[in-house]
């Protein structure tokens, strides 16, 4: 049977950003509950080494840094509910969720961090040797090449960044494109071209990854997309840059996006347009896009739903008052 969970702090979704939220929402005595959805712990949960989140001087697992925030947000007071919210309302307080389950969620603020999910090309061999040469995230895993030879996928920003960023440890960096013209910005195409670690491969499509059973990635498989000519190229590590998908469908035509589909805030800070509904982590931010930039927009957002509930507490008092 359908129940209704009601709390004073609703958070949908269980990344650093959710459970940030939630340790210092329970802190602040507003028992949060967080609605986990289809991947408990977030993203971290489908890395191994993370080797930059602070506190540790040794390196720790994306799985179990998650395991711990859970813990941490339990102990303080959070009730965490396995669901997946599939509608929300957002005429409130008290703003409404409804679960997969056919539960009902009733915060009187609402924290959305729904978080963003690396597009992948989808080819052979790309998911088998994730984590083992193929990564979404070159700020994350580009460490693990120093000195070995990479390649980035994709033409835009992103691509151009990571390509960037991986030349501090590598020498050897190709930008994989599938046309003749990047998508980025022309300051950061200027930079990519007069970098002398960076080729840049023109015309090419990924086909698949490979590398022996059970392995690392050894290669990736290239098709020429105006001449239909294969070619192999060796390497260590293959990071896919072809953009993010905010998780937010569930609030289209209800708050404000931009034209990348990411949560408008107000600059700053973790505020939607709807005054007791916040928004923080990857799902609002699409340039950091790290567990600690998630974490400290989902401090921000339990504080400022904090000082909401306070106003608006005092707001009803005075009226009760004047009455
Ligand atoms: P997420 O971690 O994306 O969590 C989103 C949460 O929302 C999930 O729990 C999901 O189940 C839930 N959710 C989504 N939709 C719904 C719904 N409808 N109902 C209920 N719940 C829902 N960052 C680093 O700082 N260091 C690293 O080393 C690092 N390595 C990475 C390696 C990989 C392979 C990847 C993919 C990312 C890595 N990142 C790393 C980035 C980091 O994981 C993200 O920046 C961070 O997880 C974002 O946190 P978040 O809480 O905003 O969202
Ligand atoms: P993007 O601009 O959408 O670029 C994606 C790139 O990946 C494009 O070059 C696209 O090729 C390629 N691509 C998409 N699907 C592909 C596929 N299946 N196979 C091969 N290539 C594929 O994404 P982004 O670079 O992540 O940027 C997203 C947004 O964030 C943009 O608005 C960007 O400006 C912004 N951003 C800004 C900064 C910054 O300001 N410093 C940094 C990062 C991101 P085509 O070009 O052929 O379509």
Redesign the pocket.
Known sequence: MATTHTTRMLIIGSGPAGLSAAIYGARAGMEPIVVQGLQPGGQLTITTDVENYPGFRDVIQGPWLMQEMQAQAEHVGTRMLWDTITEVGLEGPPFRAIGDSGDVYEGDVLVIATGAQA?W?GVPGEAELGGKGVSACATCDGFFYRGKKVVV???????V?EALYLTNHSPDVTLI???DSL?AEKILQDRLMSNPRITVLWNK?VERFTGAPGGALEAVELVDTVTGETSSLATDGAFV????APATDLFKGKLELDE?GYIVVQPGTPKTAIPGVFACGDVMD??YRQAVTAAGTGCMAALDAERFLAEHAFAAAQKVAAE
């Open positions: 597009r090309l996928i994709g033409g835009g920003n992103t691509a960044e494109h599938r046309r998508r499509a840059a072809i953009g993010h990348s699409q340039t």
